[in-house]
Nanobody, 124 residues
Framework: QVQLVESGGGLAQAGGSLRLSCAVSGLTFSTRAMAWFRQAPGLEREFVAAINRNGGNAYYTDSAKGRFTVSRDNAKNTIYLQMNSLKPEDTAVYYC?????????????????WGQGTQVTVSS
């Protein structure tokens, strides 16, 4: 059974930082690209960041570039999202996701395993 468990969300002030973690079990972590998505109330789910299997390549949505850093530790089966210079518009539920099978880390359709989500709230 594949499980993804996020942690690290919470309340931050604008300009502050949070670090999200996602522990993965039930699949061979090092063979899968991983990603972070977010969804704010009334908005569609957004592809925020992704990282390939060995951590050598990463993607960021434009609003996250220069502020967020995605990383992974294949020895710990864990993915991270370091979020700096937070803005109120970063407020959302953040989900980590794993691909169902080996695929390009930019292929959003292959992200089939999801965590329960963690709330991030940024106050102005």
């Amino acid at each position: 059974q594949v499980q993804l468990v996020e942690s690290g969300g919470g309340l931050a002030q604008a300009g502050g930082s949070l670090r999200l973690s996602c522990a993965v079990s039930g699949l061979t972590f090092s063979t899968r690209a991983m990603a972070w998505f977010r969804q704010a109330p009334g908005l569609e789910r957004e592809f925020v960041a992704a990282i390939n299997r060995n951590g050598g390549n990463a993607y960021y949505t434009d609003s996250a570039k220069g502020r967020f850093t995605v990383s992974r530790d294949n020895a710990k089966n864990t993915i991270y999202l370091q979020m700096n210079s937070l803005k109120p518009e970063d407020t959302a539920v953040y989900y980590c996701a794993a691909q169902r099978r080996y695929s390009d880390y930019l292929n959003q359709e292959e992200y089939s395993y999801w965590g329960q989500g963690t709330q991030v709230t940024v106050s102005s």
